[in-house]
């Protein structure tokens, strides 16, 4: 099964608590949880060997069979992914097999969460080839979840025609509504810190306000990161005022002190995701399009990847292109419609001290667009596609109009 979702949708969450259910239960095998920042665990070197080593312990008549086929070729960590499986797992569960001695009863489940954070695409990809050789043509009874983001070329992976007969998909989307577990997860978490901080005394009553505990949850867009990393910031300094980095992260006051960042997490999440885009000038075009162009975009329909195109003189197809590295942050839909997952990650566009290089300057992208609304001015009635431009040049004067020039007088 693949789990997949958003960016700090909750999908690492969901793993560990099934890792801890299965094993409750009797179900769990291994699991392997891929973290970018950990280099121990950001790569595939160690992947196969920390599955055998869980399988090992947890079925104690496999060990001697695992130990003798790594002692019958030393270099056995050095060869592919699905020769380390085949050897080290698959046939010396086998052997346990034939002989009676294990899965007369029920399945066992491997968990591998985070593969969009193992480094290397191709690796990414190669994991679960290797798995679905590995496993398919096995009497095995095993059950895989892989959790990941969306990401395109894990898409394609999982796409191909070898692996469709193997595979089911659960989506994290907005049909399971996350707004009130989100809302839950808030409310318990500050209920928490009122009790257990050690400045707890000084919290005034009642604090939140069910006003805050809703602009919060409002604020996650549906992303438990949001709300994890909010609590985090709050109550994970004993020697700063709850209350007070609440109002923080309200914008109601700044930090203390300059390395004081409320959302260290979400800066490493969206710098992650920004780092991996190969064409990053037209990216920030787009992003520069939604997020600081456009503030009347529902109104006249122009978060929709045609429309991008036409306004950037792009041949069809190229904003799409671009945004399927942007996945887990933003969606398109069957119909181009373009949606920003994280309300969240304007702000951390717009703000230089978190973004960085990544930063979008809000005159320079302004100017850009006015040269470019001139550029549509000076087009023919119908562009190259034979549609009509002028409701498209309207719109983009009034909006550069109402951006640029009346603050401006």
Known sequence: MWLYG??????????HTLAEICETYGWFMASFFFWKTASERNNVNRFVATIAHQVALGIPASRELIAAAVDYNPFIFEKSVHVQLSKLIIEPLEQLLSAGIIFDICPFVIIVDGLDECHGRHFQSGIVKSLVTAFRHSSLRIRILIASRPEVHIQSTFNSTPIQPHLSRLALSDEYSPEQDIYRFLEDSFNKIGLEHPLASYIPSPWPSTDVLRELTRKSSGQFIFASTTVKYIGGDPHQLPHRRLDVI??????????????????SLYYHVLSNVDDIDAVKQILGILIIVNPMADEYGMYATDKVDNHFLWER?????????????????????????HASLSDFLLDPSRSQRFYLCRESILGDNAVLGLRHLRQKKHDKYGESTLSSRNLILRVLICNMFYPRF
């Open 250 to 267: 309200r914008s109601l006051r700044s930090p203390k002190r300059e390395k004081d960042m409320p959302y260290a997490e979400l800066n």
């Open 6 to 15: 958003a960016a700090g949708a909750g999908k690492s969450a969901i793993a």
């Open 317 to 341: 197809g190229e904003t799409r292109a671009c945004l399927t590295q942007l996945a887990s942050l933003i969606e398109c839909n069957a119909g181009g419609d373009i949606s920003i997952m």
